[in-house]
């Protein structure tokens, strides 16, 4: 046996991990600065959080609270679950999403503590230590902290405002060295609210199939899809591309609490079956798997919910969108990038318009400190200049905020 090296510890000096200190969310790099105050003569509105829940506007259907409490009251749900997901509730989700053009089966899903751990296990999956990722810009900043922590080099790839946030497909493939490990591809869009064009997707996974690089495709918003548009699953567009997609019930089902959400292994050449899949069973004993009563409800939930609660969700969201962008586009000063889909909006902002707003961030202060209203400024998303605003809350609130957000910025106009 080895003997250990001498203790020559003489006081206590216990250090955070390398892990911890470069793990950081970029949105509170930059609020938590924000000293400014709401102004105590007007109620506190947030437009800030992607949390369909919190003005209680969008709730869950009963069939799906039956289905949790069926589970919790038969007692069989209550202990650990294998670490990638109860085969039944795999089945089930395999069942639901499978196409004829990117079949799925039970072995091809892994159930996960909602959609941040499966892009977490992706990210890990794929990624070693000293390789590079591509990520959009604008794109959720929990990409960036999960890349971040695992010493991953991030390179930003551009989404075009003028092109309704579609992907520099161009700039994209430049940033591709041996180093590269994979890209992310963000469809419905958080920040963008985008939708891609098909024909898009198709020539992105060009660009992919070109330079034999595997896709993470962040699905959670598949199915907030508004008039006029259509989302195509990155999976049904290609055989050749391997694709881990992730989703889960957040935002279709408005549970975002409920952490479950899976990856999807799509794999026609077979390119993940050396490594990978063995890979993604072994991050998932990190955390030994989902909560067990919420995925044993998924036959259930994802079998038995009317189809007009999806509908009406939609139509809800797209009427809010249509509300934001009536409103703010007659806004001196803002230039409304009109939603396709998901929960989200992006506004830019011409400072040269302003007498006394240099960028989002200030923009963002003062309009906290002088209307109470929160949004969260572009720079947390690598995409300065811009703001983003989450409309789920009820009409009411938001005609009342984008009120004194107009007026807020008339008082600023030059």
Known sequence: MTSAAPNTRSSWKVNASIISKRTSNPIRAIVDHIKVKPNVNKSMISLALGDPTLFGNFKIHQTCTDAVAKQLHSYKSNGYPPST?????????????????????????????????????????LCNEGD??????????????????????????????????????????SLIDDRTATVVMNNPSNPCGSVFRKQHLLDFLAVCERNHLPVIADE?????????????????LTTTVPVLAVGGLAKKYLVPGWRVGWIFIYDRQNVFAAEVREGLNSLSQLILGSNSLIQASLPDILNNTDPSFYHDTRVQLEANAKLSTDILSKVPGLKVIVPQGAMYVMIAINVAEFKDIDNDIVFTEKLLGEESVMCLPGSVFQCPNFIRIVFTSPPEVLQDAYQRMAEFCARHHV
């Open 220 to 236: 959670i918003y598949c199915d907030l899809v508004f008039s006029g548009n259509e989302f195509f699953p990155l999976s049904s």
């Open 85 to 125: 997901g109860y085969l039944h509730a795999r089945q089930a989700v395999a069942d639901k999403f499978t196409l004829p053009e990117a079949p799925l089966t039970a072995q091809d899903v892994i159930i996960t503590s909602g959609c941040s751990g499966a892009l977490d296990m992706c990210i890990g999956v």
């Open 132 to 173: 590079n990722i591509l990520l959009p810009r604008p794109g959720f900043s929990l990409y960036q902290t999960l890349a971040d922590s695992k010493g991953v080099e991030v390179r930003y790839y551009d989404l075009l405002p003028e092109n309704n946030w579609e992907m520099d497909l161009k700039q994209l493939e």
